[in-house]
């Protein structure tokens, strides 16, 4: 059976570095030390005003085309994962594609919040399966979200920051590639986080603005058990799909929003926590960029070899969730 495996990986931060002793100044009271200890964050990084989203994910794709040795022209498709867009309309693909020179490639964005990356892949996959004019596939996670952040809620604010993280997928003719993948949304939190001015539902207004509906709030509390429900059983269930015990799963690459959530998770199936590969300590939470950024983080350190078996398990705003198992494809 045809698949589709990664073949390259590239990330991007931002210059400007921010550490956690920026927010004790600013609110006057120690937030680093709940936020190394609970969230495993010592820094982040913010993008310069100069910077919007395709800049950041056109200095990863880069990265990764030059780790594939290829070039623009020679993507037949590029798929942006965001929910920081450049537009509204029209889609930060197209912008990427322009900027890159990638002439011969289709465009669009997905929308699925912080688990964007991994349905992007998911997607990129199927294209390369079902279509052989579709060699070569790009795949990026973007996310500026200091763009968006409400300074005065400290809860927010210290947390999120900046990035890119991309990925080539072509077609693979052996044992390695995407594998399976599992989609999962409970829309029943769709109001509870998000960026909710500026589309049809709630136009941007003084009354908007006032309420803050053009930057990023938690207008209801998500129950912490949510991921640490939700991820093993998916986690367990795509396992089973491809007839392999959790203990043949040599790295996993989460959503980097909460060390707490992600060491549970690994708790429940007695999984070392050394099996998750983490970047949030140096980059923040970078939301759609974030499994990306920690993807490629892992290759730059030689920390896969051809033949493992990695799982990137994302969730997001939406509640929107996704889960995939990959034979991993070249030793890094």
């Not at 790295?251 to 099996?275: A, C, G, R, W, Y």
Request: net charge neutral; charged share 20%.
């Amino acid at each position: 059976m045809r698949k589709a495996k990664i073949i390259s990986t590239g990330h991007y931060a931002p210059e400007r570095v921010v550490p956690n002793s920026y927010f004790n100044n600013l609110y006057n009271e120690d937030v680093d030390t709940f936020l190394k200890a609970n969230r495993n964050i010592y820094e982040r990084r913010y993008a310069s005003d100069l910077q919007v989203t395709s800049d950041l994910i056109v200095e990863a794709a880069k990265k990764a085309l030059t780790a594939a040795n290829l070039q623009a022209k020679d993507l037949n498709l590029i798929i942006v994962a965001t929910d920081t867009p450049d537009y509204i309309s029209p889609s930060t693909a197209s912008v990427v594609q322009y900027k890159l020179g990638a002439v011969n490639a289709g465009t669009f964005d997905i929308n699925t919040a912080c688990a964007g990356f991994v349905t992007a892949v998911d997607v990129a996959s199927k294209f390369i399966v079902s279509d052989d004019q579709y060699k070569y596939v790009l795949v990026i996670g973007g996310y500026l979200m200091s763009r968006y952040l409400d300074f005065s809620d400290k809860k927010i604010a210290t947390l999120f920051a900046d990035g890119a993280g991309a990925a080539i997928l072509a077609s693979s003719n052996d044992e390695t590639g995407v594998l399976r993948t599992k989609l999962f949304t409970d829309g029943q939190y769709h109001d509870y986080m998000g960026i909710y001015g500026g589309g049809t539902a709630i136009k941007i207004t003084a009354d908007a603005i006032a309420n803050k509906d053009h930057l990023l709030r938690f207008a209801k509390k998500i129950p912490l058990e949510t991921n640490v429900t939700y991820w093993p059983r998916f986690i367990k269930e795509v396992a089973e799909g491809i007839q392999q015990p959790i203990s043949a799963i040599d790295k996993f690459f989460f959503t980097q929003i909460n060390i707490n959530s992600i060491n549970q998770t690994l708790d429940s199936f007695n999984v070392p926590h050394e099996k998750s590969h983490n970047v949030m300590n140096k980059y923040g939470y970078t939301g759609s960029a974030a499994i990306g950024m920690a993807l490629s983080d892992a290759v730059e350190h030689h920390q896969l070899k051809k033949n493992d078996l990695i799982f990137l398990v994302g969730s997001g705003g939406g509640m929107a969730m996704a889960v995939s198992a990959i034979r991993w494809a070249y030793d890094t």
